[in-house]
DNA sequence: CCAAAAGTGTTGATCCTACACCCATGT
DNA sequence: ACATGGGTGTAGGATCAACACTTTTGG
């Protein structure tokens, strides 16, 4: 389909992926340096006719890092006119999740580097992804505390209470963790009046009492 | 700026806006009727070089209905290729709330008419409008319940309890009214820890006891 | 005096915080 | 036996749903 009607401007259109793991109990975030200007910056890249935009972002990852996730949802617009200097480029920030950091990296031709880092210590990112990254950080806080269910996507797919405990204190900081670890397992218990996580009869073995190992409860989805 | 680089497809994009208002009690949305096909559908229109997209959301809105709104943002993307039958269109959905049904319509080149229309009984809209108004729609109950301050958008700037309850009631539902009355006050009393109102110290008459009037708390913004 | 809407007191259930405590394993 | 992390009981305070009640105006 040609642009046959079209007297209007059309400005050019990417997605941006926010993609965050945990690792030794960090968060972290997954970057790639251009090989354009050897810049760090957020996986993504421009729409292609005929696909959506879930379906850009998601090729895009899959492109740059060889990678797919469970987690994978739009969450802003940048559309400053310069915040790319070039031309006018509106971006789709997308927030991902990807339960582990083992990833094969994958550079493929405009990306010579694939990497994570911890969202503490982030280096300078190109145009305005700095701003995506913290934007995506802060909207991940406030998801994880109106949809806890989300933790899921940090964690294989199945768990002690101890790491889904861990994964919302490294995510949603201190109001998970005060007095907690009774707390926390009274309020996974309470869940939604049904329970946030199903025992799967496993166990987990280690120098200590064996733990046993819980999946999401089905009923949730 | 020309698009000098760029070997990329450019899609087109719009924005669409779904006005909310309360009439009579009732959640009503603005539609305007296309001069094109002569269809209803929301107000909106196609980008502008230079301008961002919060800029295009307000810029339509001026220009097809005459209005200006104290809340308007972004809540969606709508990007599925064959969405609009000419070409692929971007929507870039905003969620926007009036306080008062009275507005000055006003028909621009693209517009033949505007008007309200109660939630529960929209006309067949144009595109995928329909989709975005419900989406629309689950998203402001959703934001009602997370950032209540919102409901102030919906009022003028004093008010009654009684009046602010009532825009709680007609948006978030029953959420707000089972035994209510007694236990509303007492929750916007509490609310942040700080009260969701102050007393404006003026009083509002009618065919019974007097209503003190309020307005939003200046210390929660 | 009565209709109508404004506005208040209070109780019993529920949920949450905080702290103290016990349990099962590997070394 | 002891270190380590897994796992429980429960008291006291805060919060909330529910119901019954009083107050002030206009007509």
Chains 1, 2 share one sequence.
Not at 6 to 12: I, K, L, Q, R
Not at 50 to 78: M, T, W
Not at 175 to 185: D, I, L, Q, T, V
Request: proline share 6%; with cysteine; hydrophobic share 40%.
């Amino acid at each position: 389909m040609t642009d046959f009607f079209s007297p209007y401007w059309h400005p050019a259109v990417a997605t941006d992926v926010a993609l965050f793991t945990l690792r030794q109990g960090e968060l972290h975030l997954l970057c790639v340096k251009r090989r354009d200007d050897g810049k760090w910056a957020l996986p993504g890249g421009f729409m292609q006719q005929g696909e959506s935009l879930d379906q850009c972002a998601a090729r895009e990852l899959k492109e740059e890092a060889g990678i797919e996730v469970p987690y994978l949802n739009h969450f802003a617009n940048y559309s400053e006119p310069d915040r790319d200097p070039r031309e006018q480029v509106i971006s789709i920030a997308y927030l991902a999740i990807h339960p582990s950091g083992k990833l094969r990296l994958k550079a493929d031709t405009d990306v010579s580097d694939v990497n994570w880092f911890d969202v503490r210590d982030l280096p300078s990112l190109a145009f305005d992804h700095n701003k995506i990254a913290a934007d995506a950080q802060k909207h991940l806080t406030g998801l994880m505390e109106r949809k806890p269910e989300i933790a899921f996507a940090f964690l294989p797919a199945s768990f002690t209470l101890s790491e889904l405990q861990q994964t919302f204190e490294a995510i949603a900081g201190d109001k998970y963790a005060p007095h907690n670890k009774r707390n926390f397992r009274l309020w996974t218990e309470r869940f939604g009046g049904i329970g946030l996580v199903v025992e799967t009869g496993d166990l987990r073995t280690g120098a200590h009492r064996p733990a046993k190992l819980y999946a999401p409860n089905p009923k949730l989805f």
